[in-house]
C-alpha cells in the first residue's frame, strides 16, 4: 500500500511566522500535490510537483511557496504565517502524469495560525 | 470548464438503509472518475474508480456507475452501517492537464443512525 506521511497532524503557529509542513510518500511517485480544505469550500489545490524541483501553481498559490529537493519529499511553506491560512492542510501523490491516475493522501495537518 | 456537483448534505439516514449520492459532471474528452471517502480525522481513501464509459466501480458495498449519457456516476449502498459515516467526494480526472491533477466536488456528509 502506498504511504503518504504528513509530518504534523496538528500544528499552532503565530502570524509572521515562517512554516514548514512536509510530506513524504514511500511508492516512488512521481507527482505530489498539496491542498487545503476548509469548510463548505471543498480541497482546493495549492500547489504540484510533477518532477524533482518541478512545481507548478494551482489553484491559490498566494501566500504559499513549495519545495522538492528529493522525489520522495514535498514540503508546502507559509513564508508569513496569517490567520486567514488556519485550515487542514493535505498533501496527496500519484504515480504517473498519466490521465486517470488516483491519488492517494495523508492524514493531513490541521494547521492554526494565532 | 470541467467540474463536479454533487449533491448538498448532510445526508442522514437509519442503519441498513439504501444510499444514494448522485453526482453529475462536465469535461471535455473522456475523464476517469472516482468517489474519495473521508473518515472523521483522516485524509482522503480511493474508495472506487471508472474509467470509461459503462464502467463500474465496486468496493466495501458500495458501487458507481460511469454514464456519459447522463454524465452521472452516482454512488449507492443497499445497506448502510453506522461505520460508513464519513465525507464522501466525487472526483474526476482532469483531462486538460498535467501531473494527473483531480477536480473534486464539495463532498457530501453522511450520517448514519444506530
Redesign the interface.
Known sequence: DVK?TQSSRYLVKRTGEKVFLECVQDMDH??M?WYRQDP????R?IY???DVKMK?KGDIPEGYSVSREKKERFSLILESASTNQTSMY?C?S???????????????TRLSIL | GNSVTQMEGPVTLSEEAFLTINCTYTATGY??L?W?VQYP??????LL?A?KADDKGSNKGFEATYRKETTSFHLEKGSVQVSDSAVY?CAL???D??????I????TRLSIRP
Do not use: C, M, W
Not at chain 1, 463548505?40 to 480541497?43: A, D, F
Not at chain 1, 500519484?94 to 486517470?100: F, N, P, Y
Not at chain 2, 473534486?104 to 463532498?107: A, D, N
Open positions: 503518504v512521481e507527482n500535490f463548505g469550500l471543498g480541497l489545490l504540484f510537483s510533477y507548478e493535505l496527496a500519484s504515480l504517473t502524469s498519466r490521465v486517470g491516475q488516483p491519488q492517494h493522501f495523508g492524514d493531513g | 475523464p476517469s472516482f474519495y480525522g483522516e485524509g482522503l481513501q480511493l474508480k474509467t467526494f480526472s482532469d483531462p492537464s498535467s501531473a494527473s491533477k483531480i473534486f466536488g464539495s463532498g
